[in-house]
């Protein structure tokens, strides 16, 4: 076998480290608002529906993710167990409901309308996100509707998130297979002055001979054949 099928377990550890949820929730919110800069009112048809934001499905279906993801990322970071063996638990795997994964969280709580958008976005990704249909007919559930407002909400509910995340990641993670990730400075979570000063931190560090890099092995980390 060649050097990505023996190394495929190392690989997957360190991918599973929370910077790869961030990563990926970054990119699936950015779609999403993308999309929402770019939704216009749907176009006259015969017979005639109720007219909304035309790319809705596909911004709730993106945000859903995102959230999905940061969450994950999250629920790692406090706890590196739910990734062992070279698999995922299927306590936080098994479905999309970001209800159940909220409720594994305990570094930050979640209100009744930051519930009420993760139910929303739960029945978005597997159902209505994607597909006419449910798998069943008693899962059916009411349209809901993309407004400013419902924009506003998801970002804030994003970066109430992302600022936990960030703050746990922020001067490395240790996780599974004892793989150490080191800093990760972000200027989504800090304004100019404070990434200066979080840098200014590390160069600190390095000059008096603190600093812990990450120990990421190149020649064995792969996704390449």
Not at 5 to 16: A, G, H, P, R
Not at 66 to 82: P, V
Not at 135 to 143: D, P, R
Request: proline share 4%.
């Amino acid at each position: 076998m060649g050097k990505f099928e023996d190394n495929k377990q190392y690989t997957f550890d360190v991918d599973s480290a929370p910077t790869s949820w961030l990563d990926y929730s970054e990119e699936l919110k950015e779609i999403a608002e993308l999309i929402f800069s770019n939704s216009g009112t749907e176009i006259n048809r015969y017979p005639e529906n109720e007219k909304g934001l035309r790319l809705e499905r596909g911004y709730f279906l993106n945000y859903g993710f995102s959230i999905e993801n940061i969450l994950k990322g999250l629920i790692i970071s406090e706890n590196s167990s739910y990734v062992s063996d070279g698999k995922i638990s299927s306590e936080i795997s098994s479905n999309h409901n970001l209800e159940t994964l909220v409720d594994k969280i305990d570094s930050i709580a979640f209100d009744k309308n930051e519930r009420k958008l993760l139910s929303i976005l739960s029945d978005a990704i597997p159902y209505w996100g994607r597909y006419p249909i449910p798998k069943k007919y008693t899962k059916v559930s009411t349209k809901f509707k993309l407004t400013e407002k419902v924009n506003d909400d998801l970002n804030n509910l994003w970066f109430k998130i992302g600022r936990q995340l960030y703050s746990n990641i922020k001067f490395g993670w240790i996780g599974p297979s004892g793989i150490e990730t080191g800093p990760y400075i972000s200027s989504t979570f800090e304004n100019p002055e404070e990434f200066d000063k979080s840098i200014a931190e590390i160069n600190k560090q390095i000059e008096k001979g603190l600093f812990k890099a990450g120990n990421v092995d190149i020649a064995k980390y792969s996704r390449n054949k």
